[in-house]
């Protein structure tokens, strides 16, 4: 797998990229962020973008909202809930926010990166950092690449990289945020960290096929018993039913289905576009009247 992913990540540096009018939205993964299905992509939604997102499957469910605050700095707020996380009954009720800001833009040789920080503000249940690439290599295929930390770090993990600058990224401690709230930055990019690629192929102007190697092992679920992933290979169908609603069918974890619905809407944009009414007469002062 890592060498498929190598292969994939040469592919991303190295393929001649596209003129700005021949790329497509990208979808937004299960997380409500730019991304395949679970993992993120270096995609960045227009300026002003307003996007929400729902999504449902292996037993929690997720509602995003995210703002893209500046054309490279994006936000977004969570709210979610995981079935049965302390026993039975016993569910779940998460807030987390993210941030990701895109480092470069795609070029005609050169794939767009963004570092993204996930669940900050949590429980650090979701708890991840992320480096990531994204290229176009046709009017209709990008490829995905990426290292992840924390729970991105899950599945595959091998020791950090960037151990080399200190060893205090060497061990990454379990978070202590309680009930969230608080900046957990101590931890970030700490530990083991593991390699994440996918592939997005739009099949058409409306359907786009996603398939991804996941490095989230779902670790604090498995050992509740929630789930139980029997492979790292998740894939999906998102179709867009209008300019601004998606709506995906995701398969992950090998034996998990689930569903996940967007709407996007820019304040640039209204819906209704300029209208062609005539422009109002112009006013001029008022004459007195004998």
């Not at 650090?124 to 480096?131: A, D, I, K, Q, T």
């Not at 619905?261 to 062609?276: H, Q």
Request: proline share 5%; net charge negative.
């Amino acid at each position: 797998m890592r060498a498929a992913f190598l292969a994939c990540s040469l592919l991303v540096f190295a393929s001649p990229g596209l003129s700005a009018d021949l790329a497509w939205p990208g979808a937004l993964s299960t997380y409500g962020t730019p991304g395949l299905i679970d993992m993120p992509s270096a995609i960045s939604q227009e300026d002003a973008e307003v996007a929400t997102t729902l999504s449902f499957g292996a037993g929690q469910t997720k509602a995003t909202f995210t703002f893209q605050v500046m054309p490279r700095l994006s936000g977004s707020f969570r709210y979610s809930k995981i079935d049965d996380y302390s026993g039975a009954g016993g569910d779940l009720y998460d807030r987390s926010f993210d941030f990701r800001y895109t480092l470069m833009e795609e070029t005609d040789r050169l794939p767009a990166i963004a570092l993204g920080l996930q669940d900050v503000l949590g429980t650090g249940v979701f708890s991840s950092e992320y480096l990531v690439a994204t290229k176009s290599v046709t009017p209709r295929l990008q490829l995905t690449g990426g290292i992840g930390w924390g729970r991105m770090a899950s599945r595959g993990g091998f020791d950090n990289p960037l151990g080399v600058i200190s060893s205090a990224f060497d061990a990454r401690t379990a978070n202590d945020t309680g009930l969230g709230g608080k900046l957990s930055g101590k931890e970030w990019f700490r530990g083991d960290a593991a390699l994440f690629a996918g592939v997005a192929w739009r099949a058409s102007d409306r359907l786009t096929v996603e398939a991804e190697y996941s490095s989230d092992a779902y670790d604090n679920e498995q050992s509740r018993g929630l789930v139980d992933p029997t492979s790292p290979l998740n894939f999906g169908l998102t179709y867009r039913v209008t300019d601004a609603i998606d709506l995906s069918l995701t398969h992950r974890l090998g034996n998990e289905t689930g569903l996940l619905f967007s709407t996007r809407f820019n304040p640039k944009r209204p819906p209704g576009g300029a209208t062609r009414d005539a422009a109002p007469p112009a006013l001029f002062a008022r004459s007195d009247i004998e």
